[in-house]
């Protein structure tokens, strides 16, 4: 999977430890001023792919078009350095105006003042025209998330689907996959298998069925199993039910047992994301970040629900990031004011969508885009399925700190390579993510006193 999102995965464990030395007093990168003519300074940062920075350029630009008195200073970042450019902000107390932030860092923002309640500034946005799950990730009452007072807005809702090539299915005379009725577990594995060849006769597999990224695709298989890594209070790690178990096995399987995923050699020498953009790999997961890219895939594809398992209904994750406004901020209105225009305003988000970076914030808006289907991926019906209905939240995003997650990561490679049960693997886990998990809610208590 793409570096940035890896990057995004461990913002929030480099950041954890910054936080807790935040005051609501920390000074605001540009926007100590007021510019020429009392024009309002305040300063942007934000993170991502060459497709996304220039789409947010130039849609800050329209926004200094239509709020002539106001002069916005940008700060980019790729993913992978935006965790650390954030942190030097927060522990230099030059945070900027307006900025990215996960979701999961919400409860510590808050908790440590370095975000602003921006409840006061977003009155008039038509809220019920904005996804309600992308709004209420980032409300909060002190105690609950997605209650209280709001101190960001979406920049998008991000639904993970499942793409598939739809000229390797052609090609070997098998019929498309449904748009909306899921593969059982057996029918994908059976698909799969129908497609991976050998293509030139050269003795060597070229073509593959699939190539997953434990890290974003396995959720897909464990909540579609009636699985999860937390209980319903989010202070109970669950990984050591048979039905994740299960999942995870599954999931291994696909590479040791059916040999339907590249080797650990084979994507040594070309990953799988690479092997996907050259209609090498019949199914690859595809997020709305990725359509701009995918424009000039040399082959055509679209979208599917994940197959599914036990509970027979497909899921995946719906992620999210949030653009806030700092606490110290000596513009707040202005900077609300961008962040309303980038989240919620037809100009900016049409820019956005018209870039091809994300699906539209508005619900109106997104279901005449999704209806469109004279532009690729045809079936973009399907991300918005997942908005309304099974897509969820990352599990490390309904905690404090997500260094209990992580660990769980960063010690699977044993299974997937088959030299660990996974059935082994999450008994001899859970315990260890508990205990950090425990630690966690206790530096979230302490973290309100």
Request: proline share 5%; charged share 25%; hydrophobic share 35%.
């Amino acid at each position: 999977m793409k570096k940035s999102l890896l990057a995004a995965m461990a913002a929030t464990i480099v950041l954890g430890g910054v936080i807790a030395g935040c005051s609501s007093n920390s000074q605001t990168e540009g926007s100590t001023e007021t510019g020429q003519g009392g024009t309002k300074q305040i300063s942007f940062m934000f993170r991502g792919g060459p497709e996304e920075q220039k789409a947010y350029e130039a849609t800050v630009k329209k926004f200094e078009a239509d709020h002539p008195d106001v002069k916005v200073k940008i700060i980019t970042t790729t993913g992978d350095q935006y965790a650390t450019k954030l942190k030097a902000a927060i522990t230099g107390k030059s945070v900027p105006d307006v900025f990215y932030f996960d979701p999961g860092d919400l409860r510590a923002y808050v908790n440590a003042g370095v975000l602003k309640d921006i409840t006061e500034y977003v009155k008039d946005v038509d809220f019920d025209n904005l996804w309600k799950r992308g709004v209420d990730i980032y409300r909060y009452d002190g105690n609950n998330v997605g209650q209280g007072s709001i101190y960001g807005l979406p920049k998008d809702v991000g639904p993970f689907a499942l793409g598939y090539n739809k000229d390797m299915f052609t090609a070997a005379g098998i019929p498309l996959p449904d748009k909306e009725k899921p593969y059982t577990w057996d029918e994908f594995i059976k698909v799969n298998q129908q497609l991976v060849k050998d293509t030139n006769g050269d003795g060597k597999i070229d073509q593959y069925g699939t190539g997953f990224n434990v890290n974003w695709a396995l959720q897909a298989f464990v909540w579609s199993n009636g699985a999860d890594w937390l209980d319903a209070t989010n202070t109970k790690v669950t990984i050591d039910d048979p039905k994740f178990a299960e999942a995870l096995q599954y999931f291994a399987d696909m590479q040791n047992v059916y040999k339907i995923t590249p080797s650990i050699e084979d994507a040594a020498t070309l990953d799988t994301y690479q092997r996907w953009m050259k209609g090498e790999l019949a199914f690859f997961p595809v997020g709305p970040w990725d359509l701009a890219t995918y424009e000039t895939l040399p082959f055509d594809y679209d979208l599917i629900p994940y197959p599914a398992g036990s509970t027979g209904k497909s899921a995946t994750f719906l992620g999210s990031l949030g653009i806030g406004v700092s606490s110290g901020s000596k513009n707040p209105e202005e900077a609300a004011q961008l962040v309303t225009y980038l989240t919620a305003s037809p100009e900016g988000m049409q820019q956005l969508v018209d870039a091809k970076v994300q699906i539209p914030n508005l619900i109106d808006m997104a279901e005449k885009w999704a209806a469109d289907t004279t532009t690729k991926p045809e079936n973009k019906a399907e991300f918005l399925r997942i908005v309304e209905d099974y897509g969820k939240p990352m599990p490390n995003t309904l905690t404090y700190n997500s260094e209990w997650y992580q660990l769980f990561f960063t010690d699977i490679q044993p299974v997937l390579d088959g030299k660990v049960t996974a059935a082994d693997y999450v008994k001899a886990e859970q315990p260890k993510m508990q205990k950090l998990l425990d630690k966690a809610v206790e530096q979230e208590a302490k973290s309100k006193k």
